[in-house]
């Protein structure tokens, strides 16, 4: 499963869960380079993020693959506490990718 979600009218999350019997064949990375690309054209967003759990880095080797930036951490509430997730970006202008300013 994956998900789009528009936060202001230029900016928008994207999220993914895979079960684990599914790793490691390309889905997760597949299916993010189309969320991405339904963003920025049909949706018209310029800007996107995700997070994902430090204990997840496959998670963060999907957002790269689909051109996302590692910006910094992002703390989530947790039972145990706030959790520092990683924190990804990815902007275009309308005609390409832009580099994230960290």
Do not use: C
């Amino acid at each position: 499963m994956i998900s789009l979600r528009r936060r202001t009218p230029a900016m928008g999350t994207i999220s993914y869960i895979l079960r684990d019997d599914r790793w490691g064949n390309g889905y997760a990375t597949q299916a993010a380079h189309q969320v991405v690309t339904v963003a920025f054209t049909t949706a018209g967003l310029n800007r996107l993020e995700a997070l994902h759990h430090p204990d997840n880095p496959a998670s963060g080797r999907v957002l790269a693959k689909a051109g996302f930036t590692r910006i910094g951490t992002a703390d989530r509430d947790s039972e145990i506490g706030p959790v520092p997730y990683e924190l990804y970006a990815l902007e275009t202008d309308g005609n390409g990718i832009l580099p994230i300013d960290r």
